[in-house]
């Protein structure tokens, strides 16, 4: 994971006021420098050439209104237009940034709350950390695909983190989605999900359909669908 900093006058008057919210990066069209701002035709945002823009969603891990400075942490994967844009972004370059989108407002009346996500929701999960209620105790578990993965979170006065290596060739969620069926549940607690569309899908189920928790009771967000180049979110 990588941390990339933006900045500028644009930044003027940017609030997020809600952990866990979301911005909409956008970056020049691969193999150019020009950064060009999609039309909406009214079901998505296009570019004079009719081809999609390169953009993606984060969570904005820090905001300097005075510096006029916005912090985005990505995931790196090796290959894809942003993986390829953040290992390589120097002072200077273009971007554009939209948001922020919805937050989480954290109940400070809940008994507990349970985390899980994969890499994708760490910087996420890390904002969470810092401002749930020091009482409740908070479970985490945290899908990765490589051991260096793993990263110092925030510190809570009651917290358990557990890291879970995702097997070569298994789905992604599969080990969240085992460790969510073996959690013990307090009576009330708060719920939240976020990483791979299908695999938070299939914890989604598990938690209504056989646990039988109330929606209200759960927040359940897909960042990203495999072999999809853009985002998703639920």
Known sequence: MV????????????????????????LPAPGTDALVIPAWNGNEFLLPDGSRPALRTFTPRRVDADALELDLDMVLHGRGVMSEWAERAKPGDEAAVSGP?????????????FLAGDESAIPAMSQLLEVLPSHAPVAIHIEITQDDAKLELPEHANTSIEWHRLPDGD?????????????????????????????????????FEERGLPRTQCT???YWKIGRGGDADD
């Not at 990339?4 to 866990?20: D, H, I, K, M």
């Open 3 to 26: 941390r990339v900093t933006f900045g500028g006058v644009e930044l003027r008057g940017f609030q997020v006021e809600l952990p866990a919210a979301s911005v909409r990066l956008l």
């Open 101 to 113: 989108g919805r937050g989480y407002t954290i109940d400070l009346d809940a008994p507990a709350f």
């Open 171 to 207: 789905r992604p969620g599969d080990t969240l989605l085992d460790a969510t069926r073996r959690a013990p549940w307090v009576d009330g607690t708060k719920v939240w999900v976020a990483g791979e569309a299908a695999g938070v899908q299939r914890i989604r189920k598990f938690l």
């Open 220 to 222: 359940i967000r897909g």
